[in-house]
């Protein structure tokens, strides 16, 4: 019940049976949270470090969290305040912490395929928590157990991501992952902000959003950076909130099973409205639950004893 | 290799022995008031389950019978492949002051029963935690020893005991087998 691989670098490529065993496990851990003492003594031997070479709130605390809940040792480390603003490599700075002996390194990295490098380069297991616009496994994957719970399988469920696709890792994440389980995945917003690569992925691309609407059992809205409206991407934040906004009048639209996700953080009015993001069809919470359970069980299969017999022993 | 050397459980020798370690359950504890049982995954939970019914039928009344999944508490896990996935566990009722038995298939090294004891304090402060077993075959590494005892069976290192039950396996026995080289 191992993982094909030993690390978490995307889910491009990642067999079904993976993505299965993940989502089932964070089933279990999603109990433990629930217990009177949320913690397990299964990781004590583990050593786990979070680095950070970009700003997040979500990702790193829920990380830390299922560390700990896990009874991981935890290390954090921001780039801000390390040597990597003398000049250290990346190599170097993560060789160094292997010498001080780690097990497993959490990494988030403004720079698309750092894990990847990381990977091949150093001892310890690596989870991607962010690779520029690469990729978000670990979003992606709560994402899907959030789905999971509502719609109880993906075979034929239609899924549409709304918003900056092209510069989103939590996109990319999602097709990958969602079309491996066999969900029809679908994507809509601006011209501008969408790769017109995807339909090779066989993603069906909705430049209308009433349409996708009304073609869709979950949509998954993206934060729209304020900075690609500098880049010239989209006119005014005004404009896109109208034409792509997901709003009460909008959802009037909407079959009633429709469920709405967001990674956050939100803007609120934006691309999604306050009653929408906080109405019975939003599963945005519940997400942000989840993720800790999803990080728990990516955590345990990847640390899982290699070698040695099946058998319990009673 | 493995071959099996005897057959030393039947499905009636089973039935039998839940019937009288279900009696013997109920009279140590004088009845079945704050009492629990709490199988351990996989075939514990059969025992437990069939233990509550053969209970049912000398006291009328129901006993809950909770689940409880070790995965994740085992001292091996460094060190071991371990083989079937974490899953829920699932206690329907407040461990605090009840009377918790732990039930299990088969009883060897003790390590099983001692990460069911950290697992179950987990969910509170039980009065009292017992240990039925239905078949125990030695070796003991941890000094662990059951309260309720289905059927002694003395093994050697390379003897290994398997019970079988209808719930996972089609069929009910108890059987010795032997692992060659």
């Known amino acids: 019940m191992a993982l094909h691989s030993k690390h978490l670098l995307g889910l491009e490529n990642v067999p079904k049976v993976d993505i299965q065993s993940i989502l089932d496990a964070a089933v279990s851990f999603k109990e433990i949270l629930e217990r009177p003492i949320p913690k397990v003594p299964t990781l004590r031997h583990v050593t786990v470090v979070n680095l950070f070479f970009e700003n997040s709130t979500r990702t790193r605390i829920s990380f830390e969290l299922a560390e700990k809940r896990l009874s991981a040792d935890v290390v954090n480390f921001s780039a801000s305040s390390s040597s990597v603003s003398k000049g250290e490599t990346l190599i170097d700075t993560v060789r160094n912490l292997e010498a001080m002996k780690i097990d497993l390194v959490v990494m988030r990295h403004p720079m698309p395929g750092a894990p990847q490098l990381l990977a091949k380069h150093c001892s310890s297991k690596v989870i991607n928590a962010g690779d520029g616009s690469h990729e978000h496994p670990t979003q992606a994957l709560l994402d899907m157990m959030t789905i999971r719970e509502t719609f109880g399988n993906f075979e034929d469920l239609r899924i549409t991501i709304v918003g900056d696709i092209s510069h989103s890792r939590v996109a990319l994440s999602n097709i990958h992952g969602l079309q491996t389980m066999g969900a029809k995945v679908a994507v809509c917003g601006p011209p501008t902000l969408i790769p017109r690569a995807l339909e090779k992925l066989g993603v069906k691309i909705y430049y209308d959003v009433d349409e996708a609407i009304a073609n869709s059992d979950v949509l998954n809205v993206l934060r729209i950076q304020k900075e690609r409206q500098e880049d010239g991407l989209f006119p005014s934040i005004r404009e896109y909130h109208t034409l792509y906004g997901i709003t009460r009048e909008r959802m009037k639209n909407a079959s009633r099973e429709l469920v709405i996700l967001h990674p956050g953080p939100i803007n609120r009015g934006v691309e999604l409205d306050g009653e929408v993001a906080d109405g019975p069809q939003s599963v945005i919470l519940q997400q942000v639950t989840n993720g800790v359970a999803v990080r728990m069980a990516i955590l345990f299969l990847l640390s899982r004893g290699e070698g040695g017999r099946d058998e319990l022993g009673s | ?181």
Do not use: W
Not at chain 2, 26 to 32: D, H, L, M, P, Y
Not at chain 2, 135 to 149: M, N, Q, S
Not at chain 2, 159 to 170: G, R, T
């Open chain 2, 1 to 181: 290799m493995e071959t099996v050397k005897a057959k030393i459980m039947d499905e009636d020798d089973i039935r039998r022995t839940i019937t009288r370690l279900a009696h013997e359950i109920v009279e140590r504890n004088k009845g079945i008031n704050g009492l629990g049982l709490c199988g351990i995954r996989t075939r514990g939970v059969f025992v437990a389950r069939r233990l509550a019914e053969a209970i049912k039928k000398i006291e009328g009344k129901d006993i809950p019978v909770g689940v409880l999944d070790i995965t994740l508490y085992r001292d091996d896990f460094r060190i071991k492949r371990i083989g079937p996935g974490v899953q829920v566990t699932d206690i329907p009722f407040n461990p605090d002051d009840f009377t918790v038995i732990l039930v299990d298939d088969v009883l060897y090294t003790g390590r099983t029963s001692r990460a069911a004891m950290d697992a179950l304090m987990d969910y509170g402060r039980p009065a009292r935690v017992q240990l039925a077993i239905l078949v125990d075959r030695g070796h003991r590494e941890l000094p662990i020893k059951a309260d309720f005892v289905g059927k002694n069976i003395p093994t050697t290192g390379r003897e290994n005991v398997k019970v079988k039950l209808k719930e996972q396996d089609e069929i009910d026995e108890v059987i010795l087998v032997e692992s060659g080289e």
